[in-house]
Structure formats: C-alpha cells, structure tokens
C-alpha cells in the first residue's frame, strides 16, 4: 500500500499543478478521497495493479470534476438570491472551469470512440504511460499513441470553440 499511495499522491500533485492558483483541495485529500471511493465499493475487481490505477483515475476525475463545479457553482452564488444583471460584472472562467470543460469534452468523444476517451482519461488523469496503457488495454504502443494524437487534437479543437 505504500508504493501505490506515493504513486497516486505523485499522480493528485501532477492534476492539481494545472488547476488555477490558490486551488482548496490538496493532493493528499484528492488521494485520500480517491481511496476512500475505491476502497468503499462493493467487491472491487482489480485485475491488476494497472487497472486499479486506471480506476483511481477516474475516480480523481470524477472528483476533481465535482469540485471545480462546486466552486463555480459558489462563484455563481449557489443558494444566494438572483442579482440584476446589469449589477454583475462580467469575469471570464478560471483555470477551475476547464476540468468541468475537459470532462464535457471526454464525456461527448467517449460517445463516439471510447477508447480514445479511455486513453485520454488513463494518460491525463492517470498519469499512466502509452506502454502502460498499451498493458491494461491489450493493445500497441504505436496504437495508444496514435489514439493519444487523435483524441487530443480533437479535445483540442472542442475546447478552443
């Protein structure tokens, strides 16, 4: 248990380094929360020690997903009382949006092409390896990497419009 709390802590710290400065939620308590998730379901199947990874991740995405709508929900005045408009300023989306953005983006490509969508998710969320995911997907390198290419260029496109 030791080695895979390093590596997920390892994993949390690099998903947390692309949130927006002054970010709530630490790498510690993203991993413990993960593990908390992971641990609480019912007769969990991990074939391997990858494939608990890819599950971590997922579960860190679903996590951080939540968080960053929790915190805009909050910026919006979640609970408060509707202001006019035109006593609103206009203020531009945070670095937290673009997890919330990313997730919408996954949730569409994994509509038509779930593997790249699983790529996507083990590779940026994971922080696995194309070999890594080669591994658990039971496929080739060249094709984890070609998926990789692909889906990222179209997130790409999705988030830029």
């Known amino acids: ?7 997920l802590k390892r994993v949390a710290a690099g998903y947390l380094r692309r949130e927006r ?41 679903r996590i951080l997903t939540d968080h960053a709508r929790h915190h805009r929900a909050q910026r919006r005045g979640a609970g408060k009382p509707n202001l006019n408009i035109d006593l609103v300023a206009v203020i531009g989306d945070e670095p937290s949006g ?40 039971r496929l080739s390198s060249r094709t984890i990497k070609r998926d990789w290419i692909i889906a990222r260029a179209w997130l790409y496109g999705e988030l830029a419009s």
Do not use: C
């Not at 248990?1 to 590596?7: A, D, K, L």
């Not at 400065?21 to 609480?40: D, I």
């Not at 569409?108 to 194309?130: D, H, I, N």
């Open 98 to 137: 673009q997890i919330d953005d990313l997730d919408e983006a996954l949730t569409r490509l994994a509509a038509f092409a779930p593997r790249q969508a699983q790529v996507v998710e083990m590779r940026f969320f994971g922080g696995m390896t194309e070999e890594e995911i080669a591994g658990i997907m």
């Open 21 to 61: 400065p002054g970010h709530t939620l630490q790498a510690t308590a993203l991993v413990h929360e993960a593990y908390l998730k992971l641990a609480g379901q019912q007769d969990p199947r991990w074939e391997n020690r990858s494939h608990f990874f890819r599950m971590a991740a997922q579960v860190m995405r």
């Open 1 to 7: 248990m030791p080695h895979v709390y390093t590596e």
